[in-house]
């Protein structure tokens, strides 16, 4: 008899993994410590099977079970169409940022329908709902630093105004994946936006944590901070 999905996690888990990861994230009291590559095998083989009942039945009582829906539906192949209904139906099980950023980088299938995944996140980024916002930008950093799309991405985060510690968090990333990027013109905005203060120093912060960044420039960074 095949084991249960929840059956495997539990057999998987390893409590040394499970302080570290309760660690990092805080407030979320019900994970098991299963490591990430694991949920992947699980994840890939689901996603060649039955994966529509799969996702049907899923149960989020565990960290990791909720984590699974979210790479199962990155390795699924179908129309792009039904990729983001189910898309749309998991972003409200987002609620920290460990599965928001999994979920994000499991979605690759962006990269062969960028001009449609664009208008999908545009609500997200509009959003009032922390994870929700989070969700748009980290999509963006993910698949969105590119040339043809770096004003418009710019824009967007120069527009989001929420006091969410984790939507900060990641608008303060996303531009510093622009300027590791595209050095010139992330500078350009860095000198004229509408950042909040926390934001900006942390988007500054990151900057000259990169090992991409030469000596010089992280020093012209640094002195670039508000007090």
């Known amino acids: 008899m095949d ?3 929840r059956e495997q996690l539990l057999e998987l ?3 040394g993994y499970q302080a570290f990861t ?4 805080p407030n979320t009291n019900n994970i098991l410590g299963v490591r990430l590559p694991e949920l992947r095998k699980i994840a890939k083989k ?3 099977e039955d994966w529509r009942t799969y996702l049907k039945q899923a149960e ?4 990791e079970e909720t984590m699974l829906q979210g790479m199962v539906i990155g390795y699924v192949k179908t129309d792009i169409e039904e990729l983001l209904q189910y898309t749309a139906g998991f972003v409200p099980k987002i609620n920290n940022w460990s599965v928001c950023d999994s979920f994000c980088i499991s979605l690759k299938w962006t990269k062969t329908n960028r001009d449609r995944v664009w208008d999908f996140i545009q609500p997200y980024l509009a959003s009032d709902k922390e994870y929700e916002i989070r969700f748009g930008v980290v999509m963006l950093l ?3 630093v590119e040339e043809d799309y770096l004003p418009r991405v710019l824009e967007l985060l120069d527009r989001i105004k ?5 939507v900060k968090m990641a608008v303060a990333w996303a531009i510093s994946i622009c300027f590791i990027k595209f050095p010139i013109q992330t500078m350009a905005y860095l000198k004229a936006n509408s950042l909040d203060n926390f934001t900006f120093n942390k988007a500054l912060q990151k ?3 990169s090992y991409r960044i030469d000596p010089e420039t992280k020093q012209i960074i640094r002195s670039m901070k508000r007090k």
Do not use: V
Request: aromatic residues 22%.
């Open 60 to 63: 989020n009582d565990y960290f």
């Open 46 to 48: 689901i996603a060649r």
């Open 3 to 5: 084991k249960t999905i």
């Open 142 to 144: 993910d698949f969105y």
């Open 207 to 209: 900057i000259t944590e």
């Open 162 to 166: 929420h006091e969410a510690y984790y």
């Open 22 to 25: 309760s660690s990092l994230i």
């Open 13 to 15: 888990q390893d409590e």
